[in-house]
């Protein structure tokens, strides 16, 4: 079946350090990529957006320029956190949707998750 | 209103049956979601059923959507310690770019 593929798995950084996580579809093309922050034992907060080719859609209160996201290629969408702070340590999930999907199957695929952790 | 709810923890035994319930606020939902989550790790999509079904059974899991009442279960018969973990419901409200909308999630732990 479909995989998307999260790298790394866990990372750990000092503050003010960048951070790149990716994040692929295996055997599938997606056009439109999702990034989730999850804070322990709480539910997925989508952060943004991300369209291949064209700018990031940003939810409210996630700061643009902190969360860089890049969709350069219809397999892969990277999330870079910018000079990382300890309130930046989470856990970041990325789904990604089937451009031949319809209906139910596009919200099918998840990554594994990266836990970053700022020290 | 977007607010999707779980009962944040359910303790079952060993071959009981479990029932996860999930209350959703927007009546244009298309689709409803269980997800799964281990500790650690992503999400497993477990099962999905659209928005003008009542009922769907696959193997030991059973979906129940009352669109009136705006309410989704979850059921698990014979459910075993690999069970154990989040499940989050979520809701797909269009057919456009935009994401799900999650449930709080649900600890479920089998005693054995």
């Known amino acids: 079946g479909a995989v998307v593929s999260q790298h790394p798995s866990r990372v750990i950084c000092k503050s003010g350090t960048s951070v790149k996580i990716e994040c692929r579809s295996l055997?599938?093309?997606?056009?439109?990529m999702f990034w989730y922050r999850q804070f322990p034992k709480q539910s997925l907060m989508l952060m943004a957006t991300?369209?291949?080719?064209?700018?990031?859609?940003?939810e409210q209160g996630v700061e643009k320029d902190k969360f860089l996201i890049n969709h350069a290629s219809l397999t892969l969408s990277t999330l870079t956190v910018t000079s990382a702070h300890p309130e930046d340590s989470s856990f970041y999930i990325c789904?990604?949707?089937?451009?031949?999907?319809?209906?139910?199957?596009?919200?099918?695929?998840f990554g594994q998750g990266t836990r970053l952790t700022v020290v | 209103g977007e607010d999707v709810e779980q009962s944040l923890f359910l303790s079952v035994r060993e071959g009981d049956s479990s029932v996860i319930n999930c209350t959703y606020t927007?009546?244009?939902?298309?689709?409803l979601y269980w997800y799964k989550q281990e500790p650690g790790a992503g999400l497993q999509l477990l099962t999905y059923?659209?928005?003008?079904?009542d009922m769907k059974q696959d193997q030991r899991l059973t979906v129940l959507l009352n669109k009136k009442d705006k309410h989704l279960s979850l059921r698990i018969a014979d459910t075993q310690t690999g069970d154990s973990a989040i499940y989050f419901c979520?809701?797909?409200?269009?057919?456009?770019?935009?994401?799900?909308?999650f449930g709080s999630g649900t600890r479920l732990q089998v005693q054995p």
């Open positions: 059923i659209f928005s003008n079904m």
């Open positions: 055997d599938f093309q997606a056009t439109t």
């Open positions: 991300s369209n291949e080719g064209s700018k990031a859609t940003y």
């Open positions: 979520a809701e797909k409200k269009d057919t456009g770019r935009r994401a799900l909308t």
């Open positions: 927007d009546s244009s939902s298309t689709y």
């Open positions: 789904s990604a949707r089937d451009v031949r999907g319809r209906g139910w199957d596009t919200e099918a695929f």
